[in-house]
């Protein structure tokens, strides 16, 4: 079974940019979760999908957005990127089949922003 | 807010030692889940514990949850440095849709 995949790997933007990520969950799962990991603040999370709806959102400013589209596949997008944007972007997947569940994660986006 | 802390946040040790990493809360936790995260890679699931005082073992790795589900122990025996990364653990919000909430890790470094 394929893993969860994230693209692209790496990217540099400019201040005031915006940039767009994506993440392909593993067949079958249909809840998508994005997380942002900086050194400093460590694993936050951004916001849930599941089946196309936002079922929950963390503590981030509105330039942070999301959507999942029929297929489960997710993309985030941030708008007016700032310095501190600059982080490793992780997408997870779950099966949310009831109980706890497990989240897989993908190798990530590592975005910079200059 | 649910606030795990994890200790201590760096170990260096030599191949061959043993090592327990904590985490722990203020509030009971729902459950818990122990994951390793490889340099340039997304964290993978060790271990979800859910009962207090349970232990689980996963090879030199043993897991324990407290009594009273306000914390949590990874032991690993006989350290190899494949097992050098970062260790988090994480609660699932209950009724909160899929959010995990971690702690700030343990970056662990074996050397041989």
């Known amino acids: 079974k394929a893993g969860v995949t994230q693209t692209p790997r790496y990217l540099i933007k400019t201040r005031g940019q915006q940039v767009t990520l994506s993440c392909s969950p593993i067949?079958?799962?249909?809840?998508v979760s994005w997380y942002q990991q900086t050194p400093g603040q460590g694993l936050q999370f951004l916001f849930e999908?599941?089946?196309?709806?936002?079922?929950n959102k963390g503590n981030f400013p509105g330039r942070f957005s999301g959507r999942q589209f029929s297929n489960s596949r997710s993309e985030m997008n941030v708008s007016t990127l700032e310095l501190g944007d600059s982080a490793l972007y992780l997408c997870a997947s779950s099966p949310r089949t009831g109980g706890v569940s497990e989240a897989f994660f993908g190798q990530g986006t590592r975005l910079t922003v200059v | 807010t649910q606030l795990l802390e994890q200790s201590p946040q760096f170990l260096s040790i030599q191949e061959g030692e043993n090592l327990t990493v904590y985490c722990n809360s203020s509030s009971v936790f729902s459950s818990l889940q122990w994951y390793r995260q490889e340099p340039g890679e997304g964290p993978v699931l060790l271990v979800t514990v859910v009962t207090g005082g349970e232990v689980k073992k996963l090879k030199r790795l043993t897991f324990q949850f407290g009594d009273a589900r306000k914390d949590s122990s990874l032991h690993i025996t006989a350290a190899q440095p494949g097992d050098t990364g970062l260790y988090l653990c994480a609660e699932e919000i209950y009724n909160q849709g899929g959010k995990l909430i971690f702690g700030q890790g343990t970056e662990l470094s074996v050397k041989p």
């Open positions: 067949s079958g799962h249909r809840s």
């Open positions: 999908y599941f089946s196309e709806t936002q079922r």
